[in-house]
């Protein structure tokens, strides 16, 4: 499974390192949360590229000495419409191994990404530095982080990260080069229906499509070393790398604020398949809450008889 859950006990161990700690990695204006957390997308500062760990000789080292699995790549170029769940298919690997990927990454116009470099034992400290800092920043807004997971980013020139979305929170941080991320409102029912939301957050079908009528809605945002960005919970984006070699940290997280959504949507992907016509979620806290209590319980009572009948119910995630 990506990344790692965080009990509650985890949490305030979190909050109280990131109070305690002396150094900060990262500037999150107070201001700019309250008014755009997880409402719309914001541009940050860091100071991560003054970290030994994010150049790319360690990083290198770090995807040679990862299990492979957990170091995806592909060569060539991408079409920003692509289909985000096949990017990483043979059809974008030529052939070619990891070692090429990395020895020529330029020449070859590859992308590699790093999955969860936060179990290799010499980023671990740093990496949860960073989320402790994250998990301070957002105590009043959101409390409660429940999950998180870290990729690292590592792209030639002219790479591009076909649109999609994913099912939790980010904040992208570029580390070396440049990239261009566009963002598009997922309140916006016109970008994404309640539906299609369900649909998302119930893993249920391909993710919502690229349309050309949505271009003109796109936010655009310019990445250079030191500047990160935050992306709401299931915010649709593309991200196009600059003219040079590029290295960004993603860090992504979920809270039980988003839990609690994603179980409102995913009962309501459920209604919808008996042919009911739910309310959207997101319009009244306590139905959310309702909701989310509803399918938790659905869901672990599914799990029990499945447990009784001796049948596995893990359920593997994808991204
Ligand atoms: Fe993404």
């Avoid at 900060?24 to 008014?35: G, S, T, V």
């Avoid at 010499?122 to 949860?128: D, G, S």
């Avoid at 105590?139 to 999950?147: A, E, K, N, S, Y």
């Amino acid at each position: 499974m990506l990344g790692r859950n965080i009990a509650s006990d985890e949490y305030m161990d979190l909050l109280a390192r990131g109070r305690a700690s002396a150094e900060r990695w990262l500037q999150l204006e107070p201001e700019a949360m309250r008014q755009f957390y997880n409402r719309l997308p914001f541009a940050m500062q860091h100071r991560l590229t003054e970290h030994p760990l994010m150049q790319w000789p360690e990083l290198k080292a770090l995807c040679r000495r990862m299990p492979p699995r957990e170091v995806r790549f592909r060569f060539g170029e991408i079409a920003p419409d692509a289909d985000f769940d096949m990017s990483y298919s043979q059809r974008y690997r030529e052939g070619l191994t990891l070692d090429d990927a990395l020895d020529n990454l330029e020449a070859r116009r590859a992308y590699v990404c790093i999955y969860n470099p936060e179990r290799d034992p010499a980023y671990r400290p740093f990496l949860e530095q960073l989320l402790s800092e994250f998990a301070v920043a957002t105590r009043h807004l959101d409390p409660g982080i429940t999950w998180f997971s870290t990729y690292v980013f590592i792209s030639a020139q002219g790479s591009i990260t076909p649109y999609h979305m994913d099912r939790e929170m980010n904040f992208l941080m570029q580390v070396r080069g440049s990239k261009t991320a566009y963002l598009w409102n997922q309140a916006d029912p016109s970008v994404m229906s309640a539906a299609q939301k369900d649909q998302l957050l119930a893993y249920a079908g391909r993710k919502p499509q690229w349309l050309p009528e949505l271009e003109p809605k796109a936010m655009r945002f310019e990445l250079t070393p030191a500047v990160g960005i935050h992306h709401p919970f299931i915010a649709p984006h593309r991200v196009h790398t600059g003219p040079e070699l590029s290295i960004s940290l993603a860090l992504t997280f979920r809270t039980r604020w988003s839990d609690q959504q994603t179980l409102a949507h995913q009962l309501n992907h459920k209604l919808r398949q008996l042919g009911l016509r739910p309310g959207d979620v997101g319009q009244h806290p306590l139905v959310d809450a309702a909701k989310a209590e509803v399918m938790d319980l659905a869901r672990r009572s599914h799990a029990r008889v499945r447990r009784l009948r001796g049948i596995d119910s893990g359920v593997p995630r994808s991204n």
